[in-house]
């Protein structure tokens, strides 16, 4: 190895990330193995903690994800060492992973949990914005203050919040799907929540969970412009709590859905004008389908698949993530999947001896059951973490651990729209084939509840609202009764089916 001289420290665990699959990992061995130092790498100086944590049933758990600085860490783990470096190069032969500042870390083994980063639609481009971490949600409030009209591109949980929180600036907002939150919701539940959306707001803002330490005053001179974007992990659930998204304009709501769309190129100013094309004012109403062209001159033109034109201020791009796995590819034989994570098994280990991986970097290789599957999301990397904690500590003492019951079912609880959503097992049909059949209630302003069953056992559940359905749908899912007979009756108002099925 090239740095044989560089200062070495060794642990018999260490772990890359501090987002919350990296912080949750290290927290559980620190506890497992209170003599050992535990070493967490991380890029930041500040952590994701999980803080009050709630376990609402079986598998449906609640948190708040709070930001704190290293040091904090360290205080409530004293064995947990925190190195603020980013990685160089992972050298797997030889157990050890080389730092940006030069050190070495040799482990025994070692817990990969570098997150995902947001896919940009086009690199480079200074009116392009991802959404991915704090530092880069306060850029975009810092832009929004001036703005008179934006696009926001893409269909997932950070697109649907943005849409729901902005006000006073103009929202062109272009998705690929026929439905908004297609990750999340059939159309019948994105026909629920674009009806709140098309409503005036109430204007309750409610307090903000969440303390936030941001980077500003750190020493910013040292992120170059370069990897300025790639070392925040993802933003807490409530992320856009506590920002003003306001724009310049005095109005609530405007919102133009664009759908089965995608961009086909983007246009500076000046490439716009030479080009000659024509751009659209923003749609004043849905039945009058007349289209004006644009007078307004602005920064950034964006051409859509389905030919039409928009200027705007600028543009987000919210069409999801890629896992992180760059600086740890090279040189190290890894099985990748086909969405580019680290492939793992049933007991989070990769490819490779002593490495295992956690969080959105990896993608689960093993056969999973019928009404699971891994979804990006805040509460897969907490129970990741924590279980591949579990995992390496019993192979360190040579003992075997059971699959974790987090992962026999589905579960997310979280708020669109300001309306609680679970989402629970197959919620989508994912992966069922036409052989299902959907039962519906749907309260306008309310509530919306959709089940899915196949051969008359229910495999999954949309609950929008407060349903208090969440325990009873979750037991109905996991103990596969055959619920044939109660035909639409399973979701009558009217019959209390919790006096069945408990």
């Given at each position: 190895?090239?740095?044989?001289?560089?200062?070495?420290?060794?642990?018999?665990?260490?772990?890359?990330?501090?987002?919350?699959?990296?912080?949750?990992?290290?927290?559980?061995?620190?506890?497992?193995?209170?003599?050992?130092?535990?070493?967490?790498?991380?890029?930041?100086?500040?952590?994701?903690?999980?803080?009050?944590?709630?376990?609402?049933?079986?598998?449906?758990?609640?948190?708040?994800?709070?930001?704190?600085?290293?040091?904090?860490?360290?205080?409530?783990?004293?064995?947990?060492?925190?190195?603020?470096?980013?990685?160089?190069?992972?050298?797997?032969?030889?157990?050890?992973?080389?730092?940006?500042?030069?050190?070495?870390?040799?482990?025994?083994?070692?817990?990969?949990?570098?997150?995902?980063?947001?896919?940009?639609?086009?690199?480079?481009?200074?009116?392009?914005?991802?959404?991915?971490?704090?530092?880069?949600?306060?850029?975009?409030?810092?832009?929004?203050?001036?703005?008179?009209?934006?696009?926001?591109?893409?269909?997932?949980?950070?697109?649907?919040?943005?849409?729901?929180?902005?006000?006073?600036?103009?929202?062109?907002?272009?998705?690929?799907?026929?439905?908004?939150?297609?990750?999340?919701?059939?159309?019948?539940?994105?026909?629920?929540?674009?009806?709140?959306?098309?409503?005036?707001?109430?204007e309750a803002k409610i307090a903000q969970k969440r303390t936030r330490y941001t980077t500003e005053g750190r020493k910013k001179e040292a992120q170059t412009k370069a990897n300025a974007g790639n070392t925040g992990s993802a933003l807490g659930p409530d992320w856009h709590e506590g920002l003003d998204l306001k724009g310049t304009k005095e109005f609530s709501h405007k919102i133009h859905i664009e759908t089965m769309c995608e961009v086909k190129k983007i246009y500076l100013q000046e490439e716009f004008r030479i080009s000659k094309k024509k751009s659209l004012?923003?749609?004043?109403?849905?039945?009058?389908?007349?289209?004006?062209?644009?007078?307004?001159?602005?920064?950034?033109?964006?051409?859509?698949?389905?030919?039409?034109?928009?200027?705007?201020?600028?543009?987000?791009?919210?069409?999801?993530?890629?896992?992180?796995?760059?600086?740890?590819?090279?040189?190290?034989?890894?099985?990748?999947?086909?969405?580019?994570?680290?492939?793992?098994?049933?007991?989070?280990?990769?490819?490779?001896?002593?490495?295992?991986?956690?969080?959105?970097?990896?993608?689960?290789?093993?056969?999973?059951?019928?009404?699971?599957?891994?979804?990006?999301?805040?509460?897969?990397?907490?129970?990741?973490?924590?279980?591949?904690?579990?995992?390496?500590?019993?192979?360190?003492?040579?003992?075997?651990?059971?699959?974790?019951?987090?992962?026999?079912?589905?579960?997310?609880?979280?708020?669109?729209?300001?309306?609680?959503?679970?989402?629970?097992?197959?919620?989508?049909?994912?992966?069922?084939?036409?052989?299902?059949?959907?039962?519906?209630?749907?309260?306008?302003?309310?509530?919306?509840?959709?089940?899915?069953?196949?051969?008359?056992?229910?495999?999954?559940?949309?609950?929008?609202?407060?349903?208090?359905?969440?325990?009873?749908?979750?037991?109905?899912?996991?103990?596969?009764?055959?619920?044939?007979?109660?035909?639409?009756?399973?979701?009558?108002?009217?019959?209390?089916?919790?006096?069945?099925?408990?």
């Amino acid at each position: 190895m090239e740095a044989a001289c560089s200062p070495t420290t060794a642990g018999k665990f260490v772990v890359v990330g501090g987002g919350i699959a990296g912080v949750t990992c290290a927290e559980q061995l620190a506890i497992h193995f209170p003599s050992e130092d535990i070493l967490l790498i991380t890029a930041s100086p500040v952590i994701k903690a999980v803080t009050n944590f709630k376990q609402v049933s079986k598998v449906l758990e609640e948190f708040d994800v709070e930001e704190q600085p290293n040091t904090m860490l360290e205080n409530r783990f004293p064995n947990i060492k925190v190195i603020e470096s980013g990685v160089k190069q992972l050298n797997s032969k030889e157990h050890c992973i080389l730092t940006e500042d030069g050190n070495q870390h040799i482990y025994k083994k070692l817990c990969l949990c570098a997150g995902a980063k947001p896919k940009l639609i086009c690199e480079g481009n200074p009116y392009v914005l991802g959404i991915r971490d704090t530092d880069s949600a306060q850029e975009f409030q810092k832009q929004l203050t001036k703005a008179k009209r934006i696009m926001i591109i893409g269909n997932g949980g950070i697109a649907l919040e943005l849409v729901y929180e902005i006000e006073g600036c103009e929202v062109i907002w272009a998705i690929k799907d026929k439905a908004i939150g297609n990750t999340f919701f059939d159309e019948g539940a994105a026909e629920f929540l674009t009806s709140k959306l098309i409503a005036e707001k109430p204007e309750a803002k409610i307090a903000q969970k969440r303390t936030r330490y941001t980077t500003e005053g750190r020493k910013k001179e040292a992120q170059t412009k370069a990897n300025a974007g790639n070392t925040g992990s993802a933003l807490g659930p409530d992320w856009h709590e506590g920002l003003d998204l306001k724009g310049t304009k005095e109005f609530s709501h405007k919102i133009h859905i664009e759908t089965m769309c995608e961009v086909k190129k983007i246009y500076l100013q000046e490439e716009f004008r030479i080009s000659k094309k024509k751009s659209l004012t923003f749609p004043r109403d849905h039945h009058n389908q007349l289209v004006i062209a644009d007078k307004e001159i602005w920064p950034v033109y964006v051409e859509l698949t389905n030919e039409k034109i928009y200027g705007c201020d600028f543009i987000v791009s919210a069409t999801g993530v890629t896992p992180n796995t760059e600086p740890f590819l090279c040189g190290n034989n890894f099985d990748v999947g086909e969405d580019g994570g680290l492939k793992v098994d049933d007991h989070m280990h990769t490819s490779l001896p002593d490495i295992y991986a956690a969080g959105d970097i990896c993608t689960a290789s093993w056969q999973p059951s019928p009404v699971w599957q891994q979804m990006r999301l805040w509460t897969q990397a907490r129970q990741m973490g924590w279980y591949a904690a579990k995992c390496m500590a019993a192979a360190s003492v040579g003992e075997s651990t059971d699959m974790d019951f987090s992962f026999e079912l589905f579960a997310h609880v979280t708020k669109f729209f300001n309306y609680k959503v679970v989402l629970l097992g197959k919620y989508n049909a994912q992966g069922l084939g036409l052989d299902h059949e959907l039962i519906l209630r749907c309260t306008k302003g309310q509530e919306y509840i959709k089940a899915v069953l196949q051969n008359g056992r229910m495999m999954g559940a949309v609950l929008i609202g407060e349903t208090d359905l969440e325990e009873t749908f979750e037991n109905l899912i996991l103990n596969q009764m055959n619920l044939s007979a109660y035909g639409e009756d399973l979701l009558d108002p009217n019959i209390d089916i919790e006096d069945y099925f408990d």
